[in-house]
Nanobody, 124 residues
Framework: QLQLVESGGGFVQPGGSLRLSCVAS????????IAWFRQAPGKEREGVVC????????NYAASVKGRFTISRDNAKNTVNLQMNSLKPEDTAIYYC?????????????????WGKGTLVTVSS
């Protein structure tokens, strides 16, 4: 049973920071590319960032580049998303997703396994 569990969502003021975590179980974590997606109310899901199996390659959406940082700790089966300088438009449910075969270069086209999501609200 492959599972992805997100945590760390919450309420933060514009300009603030939040750190999301995704813990995986039930599969060989280091053989999977991991990505973060987000979906705001009334909007389509969008890719945020993808990190390769080894962590050596990342692909950030232009909207978050320079503000968000993804990292992974394969020993802990964990991927983190450090979000700084948050904006109201970052408000969304954030999902982590995994794929063994989808390259991070095209992660926006879809992944195979998904977590349930964690809500991030950026508001004054």
């Amino acid at each position: 049973q492959l599972q992805l569990v997100e945590s760390g969502g919450g309420f933060v003021q514009p300009g603030g920071s939040l750190r999301l975590s995704c813990v995986a179980s039930g599969f060989l974590f280091n053989y999977y590319n991991i990505a973060w997606f987000r979906q705001a109310p009334g909007k389509e899901r969008e890719g945020v960032v993808c990190i390769s199996m080894s962590g050596g390659y990342t692909n950030y959406a232009a909207s978050v580049k320079g503000r968000f940082t993804i990292s992974r700790d394969n020993a802990k089966n964990t991927v983190n998303l450090q979000m700084n300088s948050l904006k109201p438009e970052d408000t969304a449910i954030y999902y982590c997703a995994a794929s063994r075969y989808r390259a991070c270069e095209s992660y926006q086209l879809g992944m195979d396994y998904w977590g349930k999501g964690t809500l991030v609200t950026v508001s004054s």
